[in-house]
Structure formats: C-alpha cells, structure tokens
C-alpha cells in the first residue's frame, strides 16, 4: 500500500532513465515516490496494483515527452487517464496533478488529457529536477495548494516554450480572446447559445483590465461546453473559469448565469447533484437575475435544478416566461418538455418535443430529446428515426449509444457494434460509453470482452444519465455466463458496496430509489433476501399506484434475482423499454417459468466468436 504522502511517477517506458533520475533525486529529498521499474507490465494482478496506487498516492507526477508523443498506444495513457478520473472528486484546490515536461515538447501539441491543461506543469530536461521543484513537492504533499492558483506556480528549469494562441486559450488564466473561441461563444453551435440579454454592464465592450479578462474566460468557458460532446473534464475546466470570471467581474449577470449554468450542467447529466451543486447553481443564477431579471440562461439553469427537485410546475413557469422573453434559444422549449414528461404527463410532453423539432429542424438536441421520449416510452422505431435525425446533424455521442442500445434490443447486434464504432474517439472512455460495450458484450455472451471493457475506466458507477449504476453488475453477470460463481458472488458484493457507500450522501429524490432498489438486486443476487425484501417493501407500494412506475424494471430484474417468476413478469409487463425485456442474464431464473412465455426478446449469438 501506497504512504499517504507518496507521490506516482507515470512514464512512456522509452523515458524510464528519465524517471529514475527524477525519482532518485525526489527520494533523496525526503519524498516517498512509487516508481514502478517493472520492463514486463502486464497481468491482472499488477493493474489491480497500479489501479490501487493511483487511488492512494497523494500526487500524480506524469512526464510528459516527445517519447510519451510518438506513443498513441501504452499502458501510461491508462495511468494518465485514471488520474484525471480522479480528479473528478476533488475540490478546485486540491493539489495532485503535477505533470513535469523533461525535454522542448510543444505545449500546443501535447497529447494529453485536458485536466493536465489546468494546472502548471514543470519542465526538467532529462528529468534532473532542481532543489526549488523537490521544495515545492514536498510543500505540496504539506498541503500547500496549487491548481487553479497563480501565484503558486512551479519553477521553470528549461525556458518555457512560447506558447500558440491554442495553449494560450488554455492554460493562462488573462489571455487575449481569439476569433475562433468568440465565434464559439456567440453561437457556433446555436442549439446551445446563451441568452445575450444585456447584463448589469457591458462586459464584452469594457475597457476595465478586469471585465476584459473575464471576457475573456467567458469565452474560453463557452468553448469548452458548447461542444455538443463536452466531458466531465471540460465542465471541470469551464468551472475553474467561471469562478475568476466572477471574482474579476462581480457585476455581470452575464458571468454569474454562466456559471450557474455550468453547476446545471452537472445536474442534468447526472454526474454531481449534491446538496452543494444545488445549492451553488441557485446562487449563481439568482445573483444573475438580481443583475438583470430577463437573464435567461440563468432561468434556464434554475428550471433544471426546480425539475430535478421535482418542482415541477414553478420550473414550467420560469420555461413559459423565458421563451417569450427568448424565442429563438432552442434550450427553453427543450427544458420545458423535459420538464412536462417528467411531471408525468407523457401526451402533452408528446406534443412539445414533435413542436420542437418542427421549429428548430437544425438543432441536434431537439431531435435527440424526442428520440429519449420515445424509447422510454417504448416506441423503439419512432426513437431510432429521432437519433438518427440528430446524428445526421451532428456526431451526437449520446445519440450513436442510443442507437446501439436500440438496435441491439431489437437483434442486430451487428448493427449495434457499427453504432458503437461510431462514437467520437473523445468519448469512448465516457460511463455510457464503457458500459455500452460491456452490455454488447453481455448480449454476445464474451465474459472476457466484457471485463476487458470495464478495464478502461477507473470508475466503479456509471453516473451518467443515459446509464447508470455499478460497474460491477456488468462484471457479475459476465462471470454468470462464464459458469464462475465465486468471481460472481465478489462482483455482487462489490456492487453493494459501491451502493452502500453512495447512499450515504446521496440525496432523496429517483436516483437515490433507484440505487436502493440496485442494493436489492445485488443482496438478492447473493442470497442476502431478508435485507433485500426490507428494502422493496419501502419501495414497491407507492409504485404501485403510478401510470408509470419508473421503477418497474428494477423491480422485475429484484423478483427475477429472488426467482419469484410471477412477480418478475408482472413488473416485467410495466415496461416501456424492450432493453429490459431481452433474454440476458438477469432472468436465468425464472426464463423457463411459464409466466415468462413469450414475454422475453430472444437475443442473437455474438457477432464475432465468443460463447
């Protein structure tokens, strides 16, 4: 096990020279360093380690080369990677990314990921580090805080590189607003341009030295998210931004409703909606609209936290305002059927989401959104025309997932792995995406392509809001199919960790039901009934008496567990989505049962060998 205070030095094995000079020299230092001098990487065992060191060591140290450049392809891009995940979970100050450049590797070209963008790096030619850089980690490992600081920023042993505008755009916290990140941010992509209402002053034309350097983190923060494939890291980013935008620019309604925006980012995906996250996105917006009350970013932001917290009909109306106040952002109407479907009432909902794509023909999102309306509803050909439609428009990652879930549930599995295949490189290491491919490997009963699959990421949930719940469910089931009961047992109990573990925090609302109803399946799936039943009984009455029960199939697949085959197949009968209905593991018990005749969709064999 890793010291508290270790520091994990990642390397391409072409710079281990390199690495044992920057280690030898952080260990004479006083500085426990993990240095993994193994030429044959490799086997389960060894990732769990590197696995495990990386959770644990308190800095990430990854050199960065020209050697680490010509390598698209290594184990270190994995290592890389992980830490950025990590980082996820960590406040704005947290110091742990470090990342040392060991020869004259152009900044504008690094081939990394973007969270190593938003902190300093060092350059140390050859690795030799200097007395000042072994002082600053071990301040670092102390507690002294660096990320998103100034004026805490790592000596230079090499001249720095001139930076390009790119790297310009990217790193520094003041720099001059290029033409192509303005385009971006006026509406490059205008299914997401932001409200321009005038704000509490006229932060793009100020001559104030502060209000023209938030002006210009606006820029940098509307670039990053107005990609339609933003990641975690890039609202990460923009958040970090926003931030000093609003400490230079205290008075612009325009900053704060950005902001806020960004905070109900992470709600609608899913990906954070603590009790701070709600909290922060509603002071973000409210100081916008005490700045200027026609701020409709910042209404748009208040009606995704009001439906998240199930206020459904004051987030309806701050939607009905807005959109007369801005008819042309495509955003407004999109919320306000989301906000009507989720409200329950599924045929007014309907109607706003078809509108939507009538006014706004163009916009990707509106055409992805009716294609969720219609799969949860279980109108799988009308989804699948809808996705394609936003595909057509643009590279929506969401939008190829979807098809590939369709496509699959519906027997072409062949015609699910091309949609997989056309996921943008940038997000195939996303939840949805990793699990998708675990699913695909379900379906085609490949165990060994599904554990392979769960590998590219650290994560042990899948909090996306397309797919979520524990990793360790996909892997339970692949050992299932692989007649290894034991392996499958340790998954099941994992999954119940990694769900005890987030209902602790995790606040009441959907999510929350729907990972104590995973708890249940996970004890159920263990032999663990008592336990499992006193958590359906909380549950399962009050769905009972919905339209539409969302948590119909969780409960089918808890009944199927427990192998109650009537239960499970009249839960089973609740659901709109043929995903749950296919013939997968999570009805080995009870498939045979006559309740259960006719009720499953036969699935294909793999498309490329397997069992």
Sequence with gaps: MVSPGAVFLSYSSQDAEAARTLCEALRSAGVEVWFDQNALRGGDAWDAKIRRQIRECALFLPIISENAQRRKEGYFRLEWRLAEQRTHL??????????????????????????FMAVQWTRLAGGQPTPAFAQRVR????????????????????????ASPQVASRRWLFPAVSLAILAAALGVWRWTRPSMAPSGRALLSSDDAAHQSAAALIARSRALIDNIN????????????????????GDSAQAWSLRGYIQALYVLRTWDYSPNRLRDAQTFCNQALALNPNNTEAMYALAVILNFQEAYDQAEALMRKAMLLDPSDPRLPRMLASNVFSSGHWDEALGLFQDNVKRFHEDPLSWYDLGLYNNFAGHADAALDAYRHAVALSPVAGGYIAIADILATKGDLAGAEAAADQIPVENRSDDRAVSLVMWLGILERQPDRVIAAGGRTA???????????????????????????????????????????????????????????????????????????EIVANLEPAQREMEHPPLAGPLARYYAACGDAAQAARWLKSVGSLGFKMSTPWWEKVRDAPEFKGLLVPVQGPTKGGS
């Design 459 to 533: 994560a042990d949930y899948f909090n996306d809001a397309q797919r979520r719940g524990p990793k360790a469910f996909l892997t339970a089931l692949a050992y299932e199919i692989a007649g290894k009961p034991a392996l499958a047992a340790h998954e099941w109990d994992e999954a119940a960790r990694v769900l005890r573990e987030r209902l602790q925090t995790e606040p009441p609302g959907l999510n929350r039901d729907l990972d104590q109803m995973y708890l249940a399946i996970a004890l159920a799936w263990n032999g663990q009934r008592t336990e499992a039943a």
């Design 90 to 115: 960590m406040g704005r100050d947290k110091a742990f990314l470090v990342p040392v450049c060991i020869d004259d590797t152009n900044d504008a070209e690094a081939d990394v990921p973007e969270a």
């Design 230 to 249: 933003y990641a975690r890291a890039d609202l990460g980013l923009a958040e970090k931004f926003m931030a000093q935008a609003t400490d230079l620019a």
């Design 139 to 162: 301040e670092l490992l102390a507690g002294d805080p660096i990320q998103g600081k100034p004026a805490a920023r790592l000596p230079h042993a090499l001249p720095p590189q001139p």
